[in-house]
């Protein structure tokens, strides 16, 4: 039996955002410092892909649970999956001593946050949201949390020995290992009780502003320096030409421009796409601590000094309106043609 277990917790939409073999290599490196441990992951609802057991077991998980209801409807929802949570774990934790601590680990994001702590809520353990690191220290486990936008670092000691946490996964390509290493188990769980009955929500179809940002390949985001709702207009044009999400910064949601879903930053989305531009955002640390590290940034500012180019790839010192509607207009005869 071994010291510690951490069991990533993968939920639908985790691999689209490069989460679940990410998770892992987070999971492995808490469970493997200091004290013996073993890794552990649980699947809620349908994989993303078929491969996705394989691929766990390859990127380190010793076993991988797979936890499904035919009534789970879509798109998924908190409380459901919760559900399928509750029933798993009696059998997941099963081999765990219970003066050991118990990490139940999942990929930052708010349908991630509401089930972590609705776990933790209804099976007495500690919630610790979401962490910047987690140690098991002296059979502790021990997280860190930036508050205060960045400014002041507070380090959380568990009290209880099981906890449910959210943290950004670590970059993915380093945690597969080598073929001969891939061995554990496999096991599928079909729940079969009454799920509570899911919430209802009417959307209105918008073409770029109604995707999910934190899945987007291309994320189109726009600041203060936007000026109004027309400009919003514009840049979803640009979104919807690149196939894209819109997003925005705090400011531009605290204006009403773009709805709090689409926010990125501290206090909001979390997102990882192949590029991310940036227009209009002068790029403070609470706006990029929503972008992952390894996201191309565009960035479209008129103010040659505006952070933002200190970590952007491609910077273009302009006016937006000189700029974004020529992209736009161009990405679109290009479609035509
Ligand atoms: C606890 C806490 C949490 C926070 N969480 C978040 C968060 O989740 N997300 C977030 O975004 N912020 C967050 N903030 C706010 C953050 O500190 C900044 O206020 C915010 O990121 C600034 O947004 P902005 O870049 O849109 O605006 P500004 O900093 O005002 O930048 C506007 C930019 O637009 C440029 N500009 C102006 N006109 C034009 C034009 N015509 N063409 C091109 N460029 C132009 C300007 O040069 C400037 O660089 C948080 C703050 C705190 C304290």
Redo the contacts with the bound molecule.
């Keep these: 039996m071994s010291d510690v277990n951490v069991f990533v917790v993968i939920i639908p939409g985790d691999e689209q955002a490069g989460g679940a073999t990410g998770l892992l290599a987070s999971a492995r490196r808490i469970a493997t410092a200091g004290m013996p441990g073993m890794v552990h992951a649980i699947v809620l609802g349908s994989p993303d892909e078929a491969a996705m057991p394989q691929k766990l077991l390859a990127a380190g998980a010793s076993s991988v649970c797979l936890v499904s209801h035919e009534s789970l409807v879509q798109p998924v929802q908190g409380g459901q999956l919760l559900e399928l949570l509750l029933a798993a774990l009696p059998g997941a934790t099963r081999d765990c001593a219970k003066d050991k601590p118990s990490l139940f680990l999942f990929a930052a994001s708010s349908l991630a946050d509401e089930i972590a702590a609705g776990a933790a809520f209804r099976t007495g353990a500690t919630a610790l949201g979401r962490c910047a690191n987690i140690q098991i220290q002296d059979e502790r486990i021990v997280a860190s949390r930036v508050a205060?936008?960045g400014r002041i670092k507070v380090v959380l000691s568990a009290l209880a020995t099981q906890c449910f946490a959210c943290i950004r996964p670590t970059d993915a390509g380093a945690s597969v290992l080598a073929g001969d290493a891939v061995v554990g188990q496999v096991r599928e769980i079909t729940c079969t009780g009454a799920l509570t009955a899911p919430l209802t929500a009417t959307f209105e179809a918008q073409p770029a502003s109604g995707r999910r940002v934190d899945l987007a390949k291309v994320v189109v985001s726009g600041?203060?320096?936007i000026?109004g709702p027309e400009g919003f207009e514009q840049l979803g044009a640009l979104a919807s030409a690149l196939d894209g999400a819109l997003a925005g910064?705090?400011?531009?949601v605290d204006a009403g421009w773009v709805p709090v879903t689409s926010?990125?930053?501290?206090?909001?989305n979390y997102v990882t796409p192949l590029v991310y531009v940036a227009?209009?955002?002068?790029?403070?640390l609470?706006?990029l601590?929503?972008i992952g590290p390894n996201v191309r940034i565009v960035a479209?500012?008129?103010?040659p000094e505006?952070h933002?180019f200190q970590e952007a790839q491609l910077g273009v010192v302009?006016?937006?309106?000189a700029v974004v509607p020529l992209i736009t207009a161009h990405l679109q005869a290009e479609a035509v043609n």
């Design positions: 205060f936008g600041g203060r320096g000026g910064s705090l400011p531009a926010q990125v930053g501290q206090s909001g227009v209009g955002i002068s790029g403070t609470q706006h601590a929503g479209i500012n008129n103010d505006a933002i302009a006016d937006w309106r």
